[in-house]
């Protein structure tokens, strides 16, 4: 029997072919940074939410004086102008506007809209920049988080915005939204007339044309009209003609929420719109970055005249 030679006898094994390397997935310095903002935004907010559970309290109205003075058309010996009466609220709801109450008469107050189960203690950096500079009255809307549909929620803003209108003496308002609160105004602005009151409608990382990100879309119904196609996207689609209101819209391009990001701008030919891409920053971080928020208070100090001239184009860097 003729035994097997030596293993070492043998002759080598040839290698194996060498494979190409594989894009594996790569983090950009950019979006770790923003993810590490991203937390530290959510875990400062944790802390301050309790404290937008509860509405504001109300203070009392602007002497009649002082709205006849600020009411636009109106004389100074006129009461404020009412447009379509028929919209406003029996029982205008007791909103609070703070600021500054020697604000000039050309800068409409402020709505602040909160995103989905937020509250109002969101805009706290946001607000504190428009109000130390002396010309902005704000008031801030909270909506239950159990709200079911965008429709109702939006009617529920124009019964606010009333109620703003109505103790401050202003025709118009300008109005801030974050995500989900943006959506819901534009809804209202777009669909429920309320171009007739709102000059100016500043987004922040609202879907416009709905995201393919909905967490809990299965539960909660409002968040699956965030999603792209749903039925109230595509009313927001259609002609909106001769709309009065201007739109700016602030997305983020590392927005995490917002997918595609490009999703949170405004597109539509009826609507007089600004896109501002903003970098370095995600979704949570739009509403308290200081950058944004002197970004967006540039936008609201803009006259009445030239509006279409918004003075924040092209990118704001928030890094």
Same mark, same amino acid.
């Given at each position: 029997?003729?035994?097997?030679?030596?293993?070492?006898?043998?002759?080598?094994?040839?290698? !194996?072919?060498? &494979?190409?390397?594989?894009?594996?997935?790569?983090? +950009?310095?950019? *979006? %770790?940074?923003?993810? =590490? /903002?991203?937390?530290?935004?959510?875990?400062?907010?944790?802390?301050?939410?309790?404290?937008?559970?509860?509405?504001?309290?109300?203070?009392?109205?602007?002497?009649?004086?002082?709205?006849?003075?600020?009411?636009?058309?109106?004389?100074?010996?006129?009461?404020?102008?009412?447009?379509?009466?028929?919209?406003?609220?029996?029982?205008?709801?007791?909103?609070?506007?703070?600021?500054?109450?020697?604000?000039?008469?050309?800068?409409? !107050?402020?709505? &602040?809209?909160?995103?989905?189960?937020?509250?109002? +203690?969101?805009? *706290? %950096?946001?607000?504190? =920049? /428009?109000?130390?500079?002396?010309?902005?009255?704000?008031?801030?809307?909270?909506?239950?988080?159990?709200?079911?549909?965008?429709?109702?929620?939006?009617?529920?803003?124009?019964?606010?915005?009333?109620?703003?209108?109505?103790?401050?003496?202003?025709?118009?308002?300008?109005?801030?939204?974050?995500?989900?609160?943006?959506?819901?105004?534009?809804?209202?602005?777009?669909?429920?007339?309320?171009?007739?009151?709102?000059?100016?409608?500043?987004?922040?990382?609202?879907?416009?044309?709905?995201?393919?990100?909905?967490?809990?879309?299965?539960?909660?119904?409002?968040?699956?009209?965030?999603?792209?196609?749903?039925?109230?996207?595509?009313?927001?689609?259609?002609?909106?003609?001769?709309?009065?209101?201007?739109?700016?819209?602030?997305?983020?391009?590392?927005?995490?929420?917002?997918?595609?990001?490009?999703?949170?701008?405004?597109?539509?030919?009826?609507?007089?719109?600004?896109?501002?891409?903003?970098?370095?920053?995600?979704?949570?971080?739009?509403?308290?970055?200081?950058?944004?928020?002197?970004?967006?208070?540039?936008?609201?100090?803009?006259?009445?005249?030239?509006?279409?001239?918004?003075?924040?184009?092209?990118?704001?860097?928030?890094?």
């Amino acid at each position: 029997m003729k035994l097997p030679p030596p293993l070492s006898s043998l002759p080598p094994l040839p290698s !194996p072919p060498r &494979l190409p390397r594989l894009p594996g997935p790569r983090l +950009s310095s950019a *979006l %770790v940074g923003a993810t =590490a /903002l991203e937390l530290a935004v959510l875990a400062g907010h944790l802390i301050t939410y309790p404290l937008g559970l509860t509405p504001e309290r109300p203070e009392s109205p602007e002497p009649r004086e002082s709205r006849a003075g600020s009411a636009g058309s109106a004389g100074p010996e006129s009461p404020a102008r009412t447009d379509h009466p028929e919209n406003a609220p029996s029982r205008p709801l007791a909103l609070p506007v703070t600021g500054d109450p020697t604000a000039p008469a050309a800068a409409p !107050p402020v709505v &602040l809209l909160h995103g989905f189960i937020d509250n109002r +203690s969101v805009f *706290l %950096v946001l607000r504190r =920049a /428009l109000t130390r500079h002396g010309h902005r009255r704000t008031a801030s809307l909270n909506y239950s988080p159990l709200t079911r549909d965008i429709r109702a929620a939006a009617a529920l803003l124009g019964r606010q915005v009333e109620a703003v209108r109505a103790r401050t003496g202003h025709d118009r308002v300008d109005i801030v939204g974050h995500s989900l609160g943006g959506l819901i105004a534009r809804y209202y602005v777009q669909r429920l007339g309320g171009d007739r009151r709102v000059r100016t409608l500043v987004t922040l990382g609202t879907p416009h044309g709905g995201t393919a990100v909905a967490p809990g879309a299965g539960l909660h119904p409002i968040v699956r009209q965030m999603r792209g196609g749903s039925p109230v996207i595509e009313e927001l689609r259609l002609p909106a003609p001769g709309c009065r209101t201007r739109f700016v819209s602030f997305w983020a391009e590392l927005d995490q929420v917002m997918v595609p990001v490009e999703t949170a701008c405004v597109d539509h030919p009826d609507l007089d719109a600004v896109n501002v891409r903003v970098t370095g920053i995600g979704h949570l971080a739009l509403p308290v970055h200081p950058a944004v928020a002197a970004a967006v208070r540039e936008v609201l100090e803009t006259p009445e005249t030239g509006e279409a001239d918004v003075p924040v184009t092209g990118a704001t860097s928030a890094a």
